[in-house]
């Protein structure tokens, strides 16, 4: 069984099968955005600490909080992804080394980019 197919399972044997769209009484944010926070934080601390188990751990995380959610938002996860590689095999850019992070490069001509048709990826019920 693959695992988008154990996740699918899962969601089902716990009647996690709609968005929560619940919000956090405590913080007015999503539920899910608590949960992807919760789990940043987690990473971070990880990395801080070098621990390279609980890095794998947290980063996992967010790959089964980010799946289940398009799931239950009734999107195939392998059609989003195919969108998302599109996107962003379109796009040029480089590494800031001031920063250490990947960035777009701004004066690509916008008509050479893609931009992913999530429509495209809704399960058909």
């Known amino acids: 069984m693959k695992w988008k197919d154990s996740l699918r399972k899962w969601r089902q044997e716990r009647g996690l099968t709609k968005p929560q769209d619940n919000t956090n009484k405590e913080t007015g944010n999503p539920a899910i955005v608590d949960m992807l ?33 398009i799931g239950q938002l009734k999107y195939d996860l392998d059609l989003v992804m195919k969108e998302v ?19 777009k490069d701004k004066s690509q001509d916008p008509k050479t980019l893609y931009k992913a048709n999530y429509g495209t990826c809704k399960v058909k019920s």
């Open 37 to 69: 926070l919760e789990e940043v934080d987690e990473l971070k601390k990880a990395i801080l600490e070098g621990d390279t188990h609980e890095i794998i751990d947290a980063l996992a995380d967010t790959i089964v909080l980010s799946s289940n959610h």
């Open 85 to 103: 590689f599109k996107e962003i095999s379109s796009r040029r850019g480089s590494i800031n080394p001031k920063t250490g992070k990947w960035e």
